[in-house]
């Protein structure tokens, strides 16, 4: 069974300062896609990041972007610029066919 | 509809008791999934509906739970004879298909409090 592992429970950072998020996973698929995802206190679950596994290329969206490493089944997600509404639950997944979730990093923004 | 439109947002109920919370997906998606979401921990899987058919139940934590689906949208989640532990909140989330390529669309949850 594939499982998603996020070591960091809690992280925080100075406002306009990068971050990084670690996530490692267990799979002996080869084709599947990962995904970060970002949960504010209001519960919506909201798409940061999507990586396809068959791509080299890491993902970027704005200040957003990951670290993905596919022999080491590592996928990190960098935020640069860190903004007062990045504070968050972050999620790491992995899907082939169903979604499996990481246990949650919870990033605090310090002003 | 715009997004995934789950009922009710919270309920609370007594111990023994069953709950329905309901899920209505985006239009034109055909996969629908349910997840649960315990305070302060990762989501956890309960069910897969391809169409109305579930390819994976395999999440579904006792024979409490099932989950229905009905004309390809609207989705039924029903807990019976309720127990603390299934205090929790439950997501809901709708795609194309169940293809890994498509992302997930989540609904705001429904929060489940047994007293």
């Known amino acids: 069974a594939q499982t998603v592992t996020q070591s960091q429970p809690e992280m925080s950072v100075q406002e306009a300062e990068t971050v990084t998020l670690s996530c490692t996973y267990d799979?002996?698929?080869?084709?599947?896609?990962l995904f970060w995802y970002k949960q504010p206190p209001s519960r919506q679950m909201i798409l940061v990041i999507r990586q396809e596994a068959y791509k080299q290329q890491n993902a970027t969206e704005n200040r957003f972007s990951v670290n993905f490493q596919k022999a080491a089944k590592s996928f990190s997600l960098k935020i640069s610029d860190s903004q007062l509404g990045d504070a968050a639950m972050y999620f790491c997944a992995y899907r082939s066919l169903k979604l499996v979730f990481g246990q949650g990093t919870r990033l605090t923004i310090n002003p | 509809g715009a997004g995934v439109s789950q009922s009710p947002s919270n309920k609370v109920t007594e111990k023994g008791k069953d709950v329905e919370l309901r899920c209505d997906p985006i239009?034109?998606?055909?996969?629908l999934y349910w997840y649960r979401q315990s305070l302060g921990q990762g989501l956890e899987f309960l069910i897969y509906f391809q169409g109305n058919s579930a390819p994976d139940k395999s999440g579904l934590p006792s024979d409490r739970f099932s989950a229905e689906r009905t004309g390809g949208s609207v989705s039924t989640l029903t807990i019976q004879r309720t127990q603390q532990e299934d205090s929790a909140v439950y997501l809901c989330?709708?795609?194309?298909?169940?293809?890994?390529?498509?992302?997930?669309?989540f609904g705001a949850g429904s929060r489940l409090t047994v007293l």
């Open positions: 799979t002996s698929e080869s084709d599947y896609y």
């Open positions: 989330a709708s795609s194309f298909s169940g293809s890994g390529a498509n992302v997930l669309t």
């Open positions: 239009s034109g998606h055909t996969a």
